[in-house]
């Protein structure tokens, strides 16, 4: 799967005081995103315990365009934009089709850690197979547009 996708609907212990989803629901669903999108292509929580590696983060970034509110169904889409030989950049994108805007755009560099030591580790080629890299952001955008 190129570009995962999942609906999130706006519930109301997402909202913050400005009356809009919170900053930190964006990180958490970029978590989840990315957790959920590896799990489909065969790299669940458990692989990676069982091999002794995982992801830890080295950076987020969120551009954020418009509110998303209260009720709101969003369709949030995750993407490998780059993988090399220890890290992975991720993006998301958060799309609501009700008016077909675009209401954050975000990314994360994911690094591969051996997880007894820390430090970053070389993927290995059956992870590195298990996803297709997305380059063109605007295909992502045609995808959800239909």
């Keep these: 799967m190129r570009i995962f996708t999942q ?3 706006v519930a109301p212990q ?33 692989r990676y315990d069982a091999e002794g590696h995982g992801w830890g983060v ?49 990314a994360t560099v994911w690094i ?3 997880m007894a030591t820390g430090r970053p580790s070389r993927l290995p080629a059956s992870l590195q197979s298990a996803f297709e890299v997305v380059e063109d952001d605007k295909e992502v955008l045609q995808f959800l547009q239909g």
């Excluded at 400005?18 to 990315?34: E, F, G, K, T």
């Excluded at 090399?84 to 675009?102: E, I, K, N, T």
């Design 58 to 106: 080295r950076q987020h970034t969120i551009t954020y365009k418009r509110p998303a509110l209260a009720g709101d169904v969003i369709t949030a889409a995750t993407w490998v934009a780059e993988l090399a030989s220890r890290q992975s950049l991720r993006r998301y994108l958060f799309w609501r089709a009700a008016d077909r805007s675009v209401l954050a755009e975000a």
């Design 14 to 46: 997402h909202i913050d005081i400005q009356n809009r989803v919170s900053n930190l629901c964006y990180v958490q669903w970029m978590q989840d995103l990315a957790i959920n999108h590896s799990t489909v292509q065969g790299w669940g929580v458990e």
């Design 112 to 114: 591969y850690i051996d």
């Design 7 to 9: 609906e999130i609907i």
